[in-house]
Each structure stands twice: as structure tokens, then as C-alpha cells.
């Protein structure tokens, strides 16, 4: 594992840390504020499943947070997070629960934020009791974790696979690994409702998880169609991290964003009409900007009329992106429909291996001696050896090998030849590997830096089931 942004804080124990949370909310209601009125402060403390780890403490330590969401799942996430269990029943959740928790959960504690996070992937009650068992580990008694489980629905599906989409090449006739829909806030409410101070999910829709809070907050209505859309644009515009703050959005000379190194993940103040802000500490680099906002609002949307969530079908076309200081940017406009009546399913199949292997070429006429290599593993693979899995071979590199060698002006050319397959049968991967590394001397010549692997590999479709048909169920686990 890579080291650490920073290390994890020191744990807080006793009753000026434990009670804090308390003693704050005991201070609102004498002084009368309805949180309804009082707004919601929510940050996203990961995009993606090895996101960074020192932004989100940052956040927790300055950003004066109600809630922190860990959005951790994409839909080969989900898969591998299966093929783990399959390995070892402990496994399945996100292999970073353990960093983030020992990091996160005492600065919670202090500042009375509350965490909801899907690292829990295909395995949610697993990574429950580990975060409990961290909890204690640090001295944080009383800690409350929540978990719901309900998103696999494997079962559901019965001996025929549904029809899918995104499988094109007939992948999923390969063995069904898991299915997981895509729950939203009505299956996500009862557990934020059990008070605790952390919630783990498996599957849940990436913008839900930051509508759930802000409903739970503001007592939006299930069929307040508009405050739902709204509260889902919050959910999407923070859903990817860094992308709303300068991250993704960086391109040199045509996009510049300050410190990127030190880029923060986003902040939205949201009050009860569903207006929003969506901001960065001041301390963290990157930016949020008209540009920042507008890209990550377009993203993964096919269509800015009807995005489809669980909880309702949002309608962005008139959203309105408005610069008000310095890294502050309101949106408002949002509008929305009905939910849909059936939930998107994620089918993960098992792909069969998949084969790596590479060979480099440097110096004059190296370009031409990978193209030679090139046809010649051809010429073996397929005309030879008769191989009929799905092959591909890439030229990669503009001074891979020479770049720090300081040569000045004098650029060299060099090359590197990747192979790579996927096959259900291992041997025949095997074989690829081999006749690979076996260029380097059988020709042509120069040929160095062999490196190959193989691993497993996992195919994923799309389907849906009626929202009816999944059940959840939430429990509680204390230190």
C-alpha cells in the first residue's frame, strides 16, 4: 500500500470527545434552531475506490462538516469486490475500509460529523464489524454503526440471466458471479433514521448517497419532485471528488488549476429549498469554478432532461451556474419527475483471465523492430499456434527508456511492444506470455525489459428488476 497523505490522527477518547456531538446538538435546540432553516454542510471524502485519504481529513478537520460521503464503488469495483469474497467470506468490502477508518473516525467524533460510505461493496456486514472492531481498537466507545445489506440480488434473477445491455461481445454468457440494483434513499433513510454515527452500504445509487442526508435533513417529501432533483444535483455535481474541484478538469495551458498537488475535495452547503454551494476549504489547492461545475454536471449524463436515479428523474437543462466568490459557485434550477419503477441492475460475469506481457526497443530503427516483433507474435498466435481468444498489440512509448537519461537535444527512439488477451482456457494465455518473452532473443534484435502477468478477470452488463422486488434490511453494531 502507498503511503499515506498524512498520517492518521491520534484517537480521541473520553468524555470531551465522546459527548461533543451531544452537548452541540443540545446547544441548537436552546437556541431554537430548526434544522430545517439551518442548512446542511456536506463533503465528499472520496470519488472513487483508491481515492486520496489526506483531503478527507482535511475536510473533517476544517470544513465544520455535518456529514462526510465516501462514494467507493464503480461497477467492476462491485465485481471484484465479489471475486474477494468468493476467495476468503471476510473479504469483499473496499481494501482501504482500514486506513480511511483509523484516520476518519476519531476526527467524527471530535467535530460530530457523521460518515455514510459504500465501501462496503459485496460484503457491507463484514465491513460493519471491522469498522466497529477499529473503533474500539482506538478507544471510541459508544461508536454506532449502521449497515444495509439488500443490494444483491442475485437471487432475484433465477436460472435465466435477463437481457443486458453492454455486452456486445456475448461475454456474459460466462458464468454470473453477483447482481447488485441500485438502491436509493428509500431503501438508505431507515438507516441514516437508526442515529449512527457511521453507515455502510453495498451498492447504492452515487448521487443517493448524498440526497439521503440532505432529505433526512430538510424532511423532504418522497414525491417533492423538484427538491429531490435538486438535492440529486448536490449528489452528482460532489459524487466524483476532485473532478468538481480542478482535478480531473486540469489541462495544462488550456485549463490551469493552483497547487493540484494539494487539490481538495468538495464541499455543498445546501439549505431547505434545495439551493446549494458548492465550495473547498480555503487552505486545500485546486478550484471551483463556472468551468469546474459545468463540466462535472454534464458528466456521465446522456441526457441533461431525464437523469434517471432511483429516487427521481432529474432534469438539468435549466440549471443555472453562478460564480459568487472566490471557489463559491451556486447552482439552482433543477428540476424533476416521477422516479422510475424499476432499479438498475449491475451483473458482474466471470471474464476468464486476462494475459499481460511487454517487450521494449530503444535506439535507432527501434520503432521498426517492434513493428517486426509485432507480426511476427501474429504470425505464431494465430496463424502457428491457431489461437482464436481476442488479442490485441499496441506500440506504447516516446521516451519511456531514455527520458531521464539527460541526452539533451538528441531525442532516441524507443518502443514498447504490449500483448494482451483474455481467455477462459489459463494455457492459452500462458502461451502468449511465453511466445512473448521468447522474442527476446529468438528476434529481432534489441529486445529487453520482458514483463508479464496474468490475473483474473470479471465482465460487467446492465439489466433492471421492479423496484418492489428488493428488500433491505439495516442493523446496528456499538463499540
Known sequence: MAALDKPPPAAED????????????????????????????????????????????????????????????????????????????????????????????????????????????????????????????????????????????????????????????????????AANAYLGIEHLLPALATGADVVLTGRVADPSLFLAPLVQRFGWAADDWDRLAAGTLVGHLLECGMQVTGGYFADPGRKEVPDLARCGYPIAEVTADGGAVITKLTSAGGLVSTATVKEQLLYEVHDPSAYVTPDVIADFSAVTVEEIGRDRVRVAGARGRPRPGRLKVTLAFDGGWLGEAGVSYAGINALARAELAREILKERLVRIHGLACPLRFDLIGVDSLHGTAGVGPVRTEDVRLRVACRSRDRREVELVLWETEAILTCGPAGGGGFRGRITESVTTASSSLPREAVRCRVEVLET
Do not use: K
Open 14 to 177: 473520553g468524555p470531551g470527545s465522546g459527548g461533543e456531538r451531544g452537548i452541540l446538538e443540545g446547544l441548537r435546540r436552546l437556541e431554537g434552531n430548526d434544522p430545517r432553516e439551518s442548512g446542511c454542510r456536506i463533503g465528499c471524502g472520496a470519488g472513487f475506490s483508491s481515492d486520496r485519504l489526506g483531503p478527507a481529513v482535511d475536510l473533517l478537520a476544517e470544513g465544520g462538516l455535518d456529514w462526510l460521503v465516501l462514494e467507493c464503488i464503480g461497477e467492476r469495483t462491485m465485481a471484484f469486490g465479489h471475486r474477494d469474497r468468493r476467495r476468503d467470506p471476510n473479504a469483499g468490502y473496499n481494501p482501504l475500509l482500514e486506513a480511511r477508518m483509523r484516520a476518519l473516525l476519531p476526527l467524527c467524533r471530535r467535530h460530530g460529523t457523521r460518515l455514510l460510505s459504500n465501501m462496503g461493496v459485496a460484503n457491507p456486514r463484514r465491513a460493519a464489524e471491522r469498522t466497529v472492531e477499529i473503533a474500539g481498537e482506538l478507544g471510541l466507545r459508544g461508536l454506532t454503526v449502521a449497515w444495509l445489506e439488500g443490494d444483491e440480488v442475485t437471487d432475484l434473477l433465477g436460472p435465466q440471466v435477463p437481457s443486458c445491455e453492454g455486452d456486445p461481445a456475448g461475454e456474459a454468457r460466462g458464468g454470473l458471479i
